[in-house]
Structure formats: structure tokens, C-alpha cells
């Protein structure tokens, strides 16, 4: 469905734009320190780290913000934050995955339910949604990267699984395991990527009208505006005539 990327598998953001671009550098940000704590702070020695910094590029993070969130890891001023991952129903059965790292395990989780309820949703168990979504790495070209079987030839060779092209642009998927090799690959056959990060991809996409639809953004909103969330991924689909409105 044309246009409909912006709504699954990425971080939903609206509001005032640098109000926006200042809350999403402040999680590249923290996801950069934690990746650069729990390993080698060279990105040529840490898949983390590495992947942390093409995400903080692709979003046109500056260079000097990126040097000081691994130095912040380095001179041990890091804040030791828990990785979460949270699983619930939102509205129109639709499922979420939400990953989250924080300080307060009891603050985080407080304010995930409550977003989850006030949309008329629920959290559940571990394992609740994540048997309906594949946890693959995926990574992002442009369409002037190359043609779809320039892009298909460099993928098969890197060892990713599965490629989709459009006028937008040419998606790449591979095992979770093998992100940091196949990145790798497709770099010196096709450039620096757009992007390329770990995902949950959903195996099937639930159709909402535009109320339900609304619901769930809602929700997603509040859900990117938690400065402890850090990705969400969802399984929901809209309709080209419903997505015109939700984003006259």
C-alpha cells in the first residue's frame, strides 16, 4: 500500500519539528551511550555501536553529538539504564511491540500502561505479540542507490533473505544475527545505507477505519513522547483513502 511504511515498523512522530528532532537525538543519543557501555567504544569492533551511529546519521544526528554520547560511555558519566521491551493490545486488536530503556523500571512501566489504557488497551504477558511479529534486521537504500536488480545482486551476495523495490526505494531484510555482516556487504557493493536497524516485523497487517486508526496513533504519540521509549512497532494498516485523511 502506497505511503504506508510511515505507519508500521518505526516511531511515529508528529508535533513541531524541532521539538520533534530534539526528543528523537535525545534517543539516538542514549541508545549510542548504552551500545558504546556494553561494548567496545570503536564502532569497527561494536555491531551495536555501529548500527547506533547509521541510525543517528540517517537522521542527520550531528557528528559532534554522536562523539559525545560514546565518550559520555567512556568517561563512565553514563546513567545505567535496563533495556524493557513491553507487549500489549491497542485498539482494533492491534498488537505493539515497545522497547524501552530507562532508569526507573517502575516509572517506565507506570507510564507505558497507563498510555495503553487511556486508548482502551491492555499490556500483556511477555510473549503476548512478539509470536506475531519476525525480529529481523532490515536496511533502507534510496532509489538512486542503484536499479531493483543491482540492489536484489548486492543483497544475495551480502546474504540477506529477502529485498523489496519501489519508487521509494529498495528495503533489504536479513537474520537477526547477520545485520552487522550484511550492512557490511551491501556498503561496499552500493554506499552507506539509508538505515539499518533491528525490527519487528509483523507476519500479518490488521485494517482499521479511520476512528480505530486515530486511536492508535494516539497511542503511538504518547507512546514516542516518553523520552524512556525508544522504538514501537505495530501491526496495523490503513486504507489509501483513510491514510488521506489522517494525514490531510
Known sequence: MAGHSQFKNIMHRKGKQDAVRSKMFGKLAKEITVAAKMGLPDPNMNPRLRMAILAARAENMPKDNIERAIKKATGGEADAYEEI???????????????????????????VRSYFTKAGGELGASGSATFLFDHIG??????????????????????????????????????????SDVSKGLEAKLGAPASAKIIWKPQNLVMLDEEKAQSVMKLLDNLDNDDDVQNVFSNFEVSDEVMAKLTA
Open 85 to 111: 521491551r513491553y507487549e500489549g493490545r491497542g485498539p482494533g486488536g492491534v498488537m505493539l511491540i515497545v522497547e524501552a530503556l530507562t532508569d526507573n523500571r517502575n516509572r517506565t512501566s507506570a507510564a
Open 138 to 179: 532490515e536496511i533502507t537504500y534510496p532509489a538512486a542507490a542503484g536499479d531493483a536488480d543491482t540492489v536484489m545482486e548486492a543483497a544475495i551476495e551480502a546474504g540477506a533473505e529477502d529485498v523489496t523495490s519501489d519508487e521509494n526505494g529498495h528495503t533489504i531484510f536479513c537474520a537477526f544475527a547477520d545485520l
